[in-house]
């Protein structure tokens, strides 16, 4: 039986500062950047910090995927995907 692709993988970063969120963010998308380029998968970043929530923000704007953020107690959970619309005009 073939592996199956989540369709969501969830990165704690709470607790951690920049630059290690930063950094483990990054980390987490370069490791799941194939999977990525489909519609059906998204990564979650779980953040406290509001410094962090901007920064990994940046970066994953300069990367070319689309965010979705939403506040929660607490915290912040920053959805990355790459929509079909900008996969097509990126390629």
């Known amino acids: 039986m073939p ?5 969501t993988v969830q990165v704690d970063v709470r607790g951690f500062v920049c630059p ?3 950094l483990v963010a990054l980390r987490e998308l370069n490791k799941y950047r194939e999977p ?9 970043l779980l953040v406290d910090n509001q410094d962090s929530t901007n920064r ?8 070319g995927y689309d965010f979705l953020v939403t506040d929660t107690d607490n915290s912040y959970r ?6 079909r619309a900008l996969k097509e005009t990126n390629l």
């Open 20 to 22: 290690s969120s930063l």
């Open 78 to 83: 920053i959805a990355v995907y790459r929509t």
């Open 56 to 63: 990994i923000c940046d970066a994953v704007k300069s990367m």
């Open 3 to 7: 592996a199956i692709t989540p369709s």
């Open 36 to 44: 990525l380029r489909t519609d059906h998968f998204t990564i979650e």
